[in-house]
């Protein structure tokens, strides 16, 4: 078993930045693929930013990419998620996840622990 633990949201002004970052706990996370995901008021959950166990290789949404980077420390078993150029529309609980493989996945069905999520808001 992973235990996922997010922090750093809170609210923002629309061009501002946040950092989320996400704890983990119990097995190994190093061995994990790991990935964040949010869900907006009335929207279903949506894949946000994803890394492969190394580190060495991350994937984007198209709606954020340019502004988010995705990152983990597995020393400290420590998942991140650097948002930059924030606009209102990313508004939203903000959940990370981790699960079995190596490469980074876009589908929230890749993963099998998941935090408890973290909100951020953006004003406008």
């Known amino acids: 078993q992973v235990q996922l633990v997010e922090s750093g949201g809170g609210l923002a002004q629309a061009g501002g930045s946040l950092r989320l970052s996400c704890a983990a706990s119990?097995?190994?996370?190093?061995?994990?693929?790991a990935g964040w995901f949010r869900q907006a008021p009335g929207k279903e959950r949506e894949f946000v930013a994803s890394i492969s166990v190394s580190g060495g290789s991350t994937s984007y949404a198209d709606s954020v990419k340019g502004r988010f980077t995705i990152s983990r420390d597995n020393a400290k078993k420590t998942l991140y998620l650097q948002m930059n150029s924030l606009k209102p529309e990313d508004t939203a609980v903000y959940y990370c996840?981790?699960?079995?493989?190596?490469?980074?996945?876009?589908?929230?069905?890749?993963?099998?622990?998941w935090g408890q999520g973290s909100q951020v808001t953006v004003s406008s």
């Open positions: 119990g097995h190994t996370f190093s061995a994990y693929r």
């Open positions: 996840a981790g699960g079995g493989g190596l490469v980074p996945a876009v589908r929230s069905t890749s993963y099998d622990y």
